[in-house]
């Protein structure tokens, strides 16, 4: 489905019954929405409603401005609950997305039951400015993130997620390889210039951070870091997974989920 926007084009997909529950999810930078197709049918199944959100200029959602920030993009979601007529969820990030639940828990805390944050990070890297200065430029000379579809990769998932799965690992490849320059460079921004930490404190939902143990950037060290400056925060870690374990561990990734959503609802009920 797409919300057109006064500057923008949002892309999102709502399945489950009207009266479930809603588990939203934000990918990481260079996916899509499709990237949580593992989880999809388990939460279906649990009687759960899912929505999941392609970022600006990524799959499906259009937007022509130079740069975002990461409020502007947690503000997103918010716009397409609201057309949706969702007034609470629960939230589910990857990376760049475990950044924008951060900014929903802070700046929306009445619409946000829970959060899931996995492989993510809670303030731009040191080396952020050079790091995506240097990628930035890269892309905009050569005008397809293309050229570094591979690299990005090899740092989501391990060389034995893809004898296994070609077909699955080629899919995201593809979906990689296609995200616009546009939607790249506005999204590595708004990764280089947040900072919440010193604000997570103030958040008054439950929080689980997840983490595969393999992570060569958002690292399970960083990740335990994260989870302790929540007043209710958790660490779960899988081990030998990389950067995007709900895909390459969908299992225990699914049943991690299952369990904290259940959790939250107990706790809520007690």
Known sequence: MLLPLADRTLCYDLVGPEDGEVVAFSHSLAADLGLWAEQVPMLLALGYRVLRLDLRGHGGS???SAAYT????ADDLIAVADAAGIERFHFVGLSIGGAIGQSLAL???????SLLLSDTQSESFPDAASHWGKRIEKLKAARTVEIIADETMGRWLTADYQASNPLRWAQIRATVAGCTVGGYVGCAGALADFDYTDRLHQVR???LVTCGSEDPRATPEESRRIAALFPDGRYVEFVGARHVPNVEQPEAFNRVLADWLAHVRESAGA
């Open 62 to 64: 259009r937007d022509d």
């Open 70 to 73: 990461m409020d502007e993009l």
């Open 107 to 113: 700046r929306h805390p009445e619409r946000v039951l």
């Open 205 to 207: 939902v439950p929080v």
